[in-house]
């Protein structure tokens, strides 16, 4: 493995951003990555993946580890079901156009996502109705310290919205390697509560539709919608949607009664921080060449040779005037390095 001093990290991060790692190795097998590991002990790691959740406002005075682990198959199977395992190395929408083109199904409300499939459980990515956790049957990891992998069962991973163990207490300490999912061969429960999907099946005439249809739906929603990062740099949601108590909510509700929401439970509510954002004038706005998309005021952009640092103080200009507005905080999604 060849470690390169001063590389450039533009074409590793979606939103663009001109960066230099001080040290760049990529990893391409599991004893690679021990070794590499091993041979670096005490030195400061970063771990990338597709680099399409995250904000680089500085220069990474560490090793940057790609994770080039390739390759997927078949670990488990019945007449119904089928357990696939991918490397984390595998880019994700590849990985679900694989999955539609054998015919596992349960996959397809996630197509065209950004990043790599070892990225995918770290924040438990979701879109249309699905989230990760529904197909999730385990991942394998390696401590960093010690190079031994384990393996994280569901429960183990402690998903949440947008969030697992790896973003919480298990933080920098592990490297996932693999992820098994387990998708349907048969009696495929197609997905289509959201509306979107509904809408753009019923605009293409499909009253039965196959998970390569849904998939097609999803990946017109969103190239509609959403920025291509090889076009406009980007990182998808810039912000979760807040979920905020039922008393915080009453209260910014009574103000603002056209307030999209959706219950969470007895006692939480989620809240579009895209409307937020609309609502406070950022939607189509440019400011040099940092920018909120035109379509999704969800998605902060790059205009071409914006920093991270002024597109980090746009999105805290967000914050503080959403905050301002409707008494509502909104949390970054992306990682900010
Ligand atoms: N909205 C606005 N203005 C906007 C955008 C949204 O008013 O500019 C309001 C509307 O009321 C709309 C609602 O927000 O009905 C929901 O919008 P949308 O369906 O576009 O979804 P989202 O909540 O903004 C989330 C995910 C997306 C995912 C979509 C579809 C988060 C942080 N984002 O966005 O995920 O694709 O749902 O399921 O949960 C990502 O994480 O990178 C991502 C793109």
């Known amino acids: 493995m060849e470690i390169i001093s001063n590389y450039p990290l533009k074409d590793l991060n979606t939103f663009g951003i001109s960066a230099y790692a001080k040290e760049f190795v990529q990893v391409t097998t599991i004893a690679g990555l021990a070794e590499t590991l091993r041979e670096n002990t005490g030195k400061k790691l970063f771990i990338l993946g597709g680099g399409s959740n995250m904000l680089l406002t500085r220069d990474i005075d560490a090793l940057v580890i790609q994770i080039g682990l390739k390759g997927k198959e078949v670990v488990w199977e019945d007449e119904e079901h089928v357990h696939i395992k991918s490397m984390a190395g ?8 694989y999955c539609i ?6 996959i397809e409300n996630l197509s065209l996502i950004p990043g790599n499939v070892g990225t995918t459980p770290i924040q438990n ?3 249309y109705g699905i989230e990760i956790k529904d197909i999730f049957v385990s991942c394998e990891a390696m401590e960093i310290a010690t190079q031994q992998v384990r393996t994280f069962t569901k429960e183990e ?3 949440a919205y947008r969030e697992s163990i790896f973003k919480g207490p298990l933080k920098n300490r592990y490297i996932i390697t693999s992820v098994t999912f387990r998708l349907t061969k048969v009696h495929h429960k197609i997905n289509t509560s959201y509306g979107d ?3 753009e099946l019923a605009k293409q005439g499909i009253t039965v539709p196959t998970i390569k249809d849904v998939s097609n739906a999803v990946t017109a929603i969103r190239q509609s919608k959403l920025p291509d990062p090889k076009e406009l740099g980007n990182s998808g ?3 979760k949607n807040p979920v905020i108590t039922a008393e915080e909510f009453e209260k910014a509700y009574l103000q603002h009664p056209q307030m999209p929401h959706y219950t969470v439970s007895d006692t939480m509510v989620k809240v579009p921080a895209g409307w937020l954002i609309e609502q406070s004038g950022f939607k189509g706005k440019r400011f040099g060449d940092a920018g909120v998309h035109a379509k999704q005021a969800l998605v902060i952009v790059n205009y071409g040779n914006a920093t991270g640092q ?3 103080e746009l999105s805290k200009k967000i914050q503080e005037t959403v905050f301002k507005n409707f008494g509502i905080n909104i949390e970054a999604e992306v990682n900010i390095i």
């Open 101 to 106: 083109d054998k015919g596992y199904g349960g």
């Open 197 to 199: 999907i509904a809408a």
């Open 90 to 97: 595998e880019n994700w929408h590849e990985f679900v156009l």
């Open 237 to 239: 949601s810039f912000f």
């Open 310 to 312: 002024e597109l980090l």
């Open 125 to 127: 990515i979701g879109a």
């Open 157 to 159: 991973c402690e998903f």
